[in-house]
């Protein structure tokens, strides 16, 4: 890992970018706020985990939108939230389990059931965490705290 303090939005809008077809292509609304934020991290491997819940959101949406905003309050929160088809709650204590794909992940096939569990490790590394709060039928919201090692379930 390279710690340096990188400029949010830049990481953010170089995630967006890798994914920019897929929402034009399958018709979902991005609303991205900028943060105008500065995180100590490691650019690459943040990166990577936004880029595997972006590709989630993105995967499991079929028609709606995904925002991507600083939570307000004192703490550094980045939420990434999605309009799809939500996590089933008896799922949802294991999606970053190693191998665990769940219902929407056999159903899809193409899950392979590592994107969750890497992202949890390299947020712990860079002592980020993440808390993952679903409804099915309603969506899901992914809260990256930036200043805190947490990983939850809701």
Do not use: M
């Amino acid at each position: 890992f390279v710690f340096r303090e990188c400029d949010l939005d830049a990481l953010v809008r170089q995630s967006i970018r890798k994914y920019a077809q897929q929402f034009i292509r399958r018709k979902i609304r991005l609303v991205y706020r900028p943060t105008e934020l500065t995180v100590l991290t490691d650019e690459k491997w943040f990166c990577f985990v936004l880029e595997q819940i972006l590709s989630n959101a993105v995967k499991y949406t079929e028609k709606g939108s995904v925002s991507i905003y600083l939570e307000k309050g004192e703490k550094k929160i980045l939420v990434i939230e999605d309009t799809g088809i939500g996590i089933a709650p008896e799922d949802l204590p294991r999606i970053c389990e190693k191998n665990f794909t769940g219902y929407n992940g056999r159903r899809d096939k193409k899950a392979s059931g590592l994107g969750l569990y890497l992202s949890r490790k390299v947020l712990e590394n860079l002592g980020h965490g993440f808390k993952i709060e679903s409804e099915p039928g309603k969506g899901t919201r992914v809260r990256v705290f930036l200043d805190a090692i947490s990983v939850e379930y809701e």
